[in-house]
């Protein structure tokens, strides 16, 4: 959960009948169950993994780093996925990359905006614009920026961490 409160940002546990849900941990970024007993989760920028019991009212054990550095996005998910099978994947820095249009049959018909590090982007519902959180190069956070698709430009919409 996030908040503007920073103190309440955390992993919680709830239920679909109405209940208070149960706070587990403290977390900015998202976490996720890997069958039958793990929780994955980011603190201070490395995936911990815990034993977890949700039918013992949530229980979660003492935690082990497994990476030490993992990316988070602008939209506070973690960059990591991991497989009932116990497999990890996970970026630990954003890349550069670029925003390409493609036609169906899956050739580049085009780029927008420039090679950049992007986290999260959003197409307007009309088409002509673009919300991009990019990588600020001093900070090495997220900023939202909108592409503006017809005339090519760039505002600049946030600046703070």
Do not use: C
């Amino acid at each position: 959960m996030q908040s503007t409160q920073p103190e309440e940002h955390g992993i919680y546990l709830g239920t679909l009948d109405g209940a208070a849900p149960q706070r587990l941990i403290s977390s900015g970024l998202s976490a996720a169950y890997v069958a039958p007993d793990r929780l994955l989760y980011v603190s201070e920028g490395a995936v911990m993994v815990a034993p977890f019991e949700w039918q013992r009212e949530a229980h979660v054990g003492e935690p082990t780093a497994i990476v030490s550095s993992v990316a988070g996005s602008s939209n506070f998910s973690a960059a990591m996925s991991a497989s009932q099978t116990g497999i990890l994947a996970y970026t630990s820095s954003a890349a550069t990359s670029e925003l390409v249009w493609m036609d169906r049959a899956g050739a580049r018909v085009g780029t927008v905006g420039g090679p950049a590090e992007y986290a999260d982007f959003r197409l307007s519902p009309n088409g002509q614009q673009l919300a991009v959180a990019e990588v600020d190069g001093q900070s090495q956070h997220p900023d939202i920026r909108v592409l503006d698709l017809t005339r090519g430009s760039k505002l600049r919409l946030t600046s703070d961490e």
